[in-house]
């Protein structure tokens, strides 16, 4: 069964910076769209960013010139470089994998953003 390991999150200041990282099994990562997903406490779970397989991304609104998702291809593991990191960015992170054999769900890794 696929697994995703995600590593990063922590507590810090507004304007400061963290980086996710989910790393996969090879077989699942190669072929597939990873995401980054979030939720707030009291709100829906959102996307964050995307990046295919061939590496084109997609960003929400509110994170667009700030974050930044990339694809280690030769590590199957996805990254989400954040920066100018404000309050409302507190949330849990998931990461989230969509490949040939299946859909999976990282267990999440939270991010406080708080002075």
């Known amino acids: 069964q696929v697994q995703l390991v995600e590593s990063g999150g922590g507590s810090v200041q507004p304007g400061e910076s963290l980086t996710l990282s989910c790393t996969a099994s090879k077989s699942f990562f190669s072929a597939a769209t990873m995401v980054w997903y979030r939720q707030a406490p009291g709100k829906e779970r959102e996307l964050v960013a995307g990046i295919t397989k061939g590496g084109s991304t997609n960003y929400a609104d509110s994170v667009k010139g700030r974050f930044t998702i990339s694809r280690d291809n030769a590590k199957n593991t996805v990254h989400l470089q954040m920066n100018t990191l404000k309050p409302e960015d507190t949330a849990v992170y998931y990461c989230?994998?969509?490949?040939?054999?299946?859909?999976?769900w990282g267990q999440g890794t939270q991010v406080t953003v708080s002075s």
């Open positions: 989230y994998g969509a490949g040939v054999t299946g859909t999976v």
